[in-house]
């Protein structure tokens, strides 16, 4: 098969690269770069620069450099950290233990105080005596000890009763104020 101008047929596939064929690749091209020319850029950049940092990470890791400096020193840094993390462990450890036994103590403490006051109660109790009074005395003198060794001391204001005598379901008492209940019957809207 020989076409119009007596040369061998292009196999399947090609295109024959005449003035015909340049004009269509160069229209072809053309339409592409029209339609999508700046999705193409944008593409082509974003690739650029996806490389170049790729290729900064690959430089930044310490396996991928060779060198005898670098690989003496690295053993040194691990020991010193894991020393000072020990070290800092330590001190961590100490200082809880001591806020333990503090808090053991202050709880010592109140169970000896606890223990005092029942037994100041029970002989109280045995001479005949009213240990309710003697136990608020007891437990005003444990919370003042324990108000002067943290805060300010609270005061407590004096209370007054509401209303003497005054009960409300019975009616007495009460003053002008009372309640009655209201009419039966149909509600007057309308």
């Given at each position: 098969?020989?076409?119009?101008g007596g040369g061998p047929a292009p196999g399947p596939g090609q295109?024959?690269?005449?003035?015909?064929?340049?004009?269509?690749?160069?229209?072809?091209?053309?339409?592409?770069?029209?339609?999508?020319?700046?999705?193409?850029?944008?593409?082509?950049?974003?690739?650029?620069?996806?490389?170049?940092?790729?290729?900064?990470?690959?430089?930044?890791?310490?396996?991928?450099?060779?060198?005898?400096?670098?690989a003496a020193v690295e053993p040194e840094m691990v020991v010193r950290?894991?020393?000072?993390?020990?070290?800092?462990?330590?001190?961590?450890?100490?200082?809880?233990?001591?806020?333990?036994?503090?808090?053991?103590?202050?709880?010592?403490?109140?169970?000896?105080?606890?223990?005092?006051?029942?037994?100041?109660?029970?002989?109280?109790?045995?001479?005949?005596?009213?240990?309710?009074?003697?136990?608020?005395?007891?437990?005003?003198?444990?919370?003042?000890?324990?108000?002067?060794?943290?805060?300010?001391?609270?005061?407590?204001?004096?209370?007054?009763?509401?209303?003497?005598?005054?009960?409300?379901?019975?009616?007495?008492?009460?003053?002008?104020?009372?309640?009655?209940?209201?009419?039966?019957?149909?509600?007057?809207?309308?």
């Amino acid at each position: 098969m020989e076409l119009e101008g007596g040369g061998p047929a292009p196999g399947p596939g090609q295109a024959p690269l005449g003035p015909r064929g340049l004009d269509f690749l160069q229209h072809t091209v053309g339409s592409l770069l029209s339609s999508y020319g700046w999705y193409i850029v944008l593409a082509a950049v974003l690739i650029y620069l996806l490389v170049q940092k790729v290729s900064q990470s690959l430089a930044a890791r310490p396996s991928s450099r060779p060198g005898a400096a670098d690989a003496a020193v690295e053993p040194e840094m691990v020991v010193r950290r894991q020393e000072a993390l020990a070290a800092a462990r330590l001190r961590m450890q100490e200082e809880l233990n001591a806020q333990a036994e503090k808090y053991k103590e202050k709880q010592r403490q109140l169970e000896e105080e606890k223990r005092r006051q029942k037994i100041a109660m029970w002989e109280s109790m045995q001479e005949g005596k009213s240990y309710k009074g003697n136990l608020k005395l007891n437990q005003e003198e444990v919370e003042a000890g324990a108000s002067t060794s943290s805060a300010v001391p609270k005061s407590k204001p004096n209370k007054k009763p509401l209303r003497g005598g005054y009960n409300p379901l019975s009616g007495e008492g009460g003053g002008t104020c009372s309640w009655r209940p209201g009419r039966r019957g149909p509600s007057a809207g309308g």
